[in-house]
């Protein structure tokens, strides 16, 4: 990830244009870390919010982007571990009969309640490698990339989702296994 920026901006309008770069990406990271767009957008805000207010000690950040990532992602994170006992009520609610909705609606039901499970399967992954996993795919980041951010080699990253991998695929096996049992 390049870094078009020497070190954290330092006025408006240098944040501006470093925002036009990456705001939407890591709009992105936390809508797919929160599964809610609007949160994510709230996470987002209030990061930078709280980055612009300590610029002056952030301005020696060599990746001002990777920077943000990374606080962008623990704000995420945060948030996300305070709305688990909401999202496990919400699960409930996907579950409840479709009868009477449009097909539209089973199918956005369906498609939400897939993002739910994968979400749910992925908080069942030490954080280190559900942050990988999550960075790989959903923010189509490299493993170089990925490894600027969280601040590891970039074999931790690459041993860290090849081990989450693992462990998502025996969770949807044993899934499958429960399913076909029924």
């Known amino acids: 990830m390049a870094a078009p920026f020497p070190g954290f901006p330092q006025s408006s309008d240098q944040l501006t244009s470093f925002l036009e770069i990456n705001l939407s990406r890591f709009t992105r990271h936390a809508s797919y870390v929160l599964g809610d ?26 990746n001002p982007a990777a920077y943000m990532f ?6 995420a994170l945060d948030m996300r ?16 009969s479709i009868a009477g909705f449009s097909l539209s609606r089973e199918e956005d039901l369906i498609r939400e309640e897939e993002r739910f499970w994968v979400r749910s399967l992925l908080d069942r992954l030490p954080d280190e ?15 170089a990339e ?5 601040e590891v080699p970039v074999a931790t990253v690459k041993s860290r989702f090849s081990y989450g991998m693992v462990k998502l695929k025996s969770m949807v096996d044993k899934h499958k296994e429960v399913t076909n049992a029924m």
């Open 37 to 62: 767009p609007d949160d994510a957008e709230d996470v987002v805000q209030e990061t930078i919010i709280r980055a612009y207010g300590m610029r002056e000690s952030l301005k020696t950040i060599t």
């Open 146 to 150: 990925i490894a600027e951010i969280i």
């Open 129 to 143: 490698q559900a942050a990988v996993i999550r960075f790989r795919f959903a923010d189509e980041l490299s493993f």
């Open 70 to 75: 990374r606080m962008v992602s623990n704000a």
């Open 81 to 96: 571990r305070r709305k688990n006992a909401r999202e496990n009520a919400m699960t409930g609610m996907l579950q409840a």
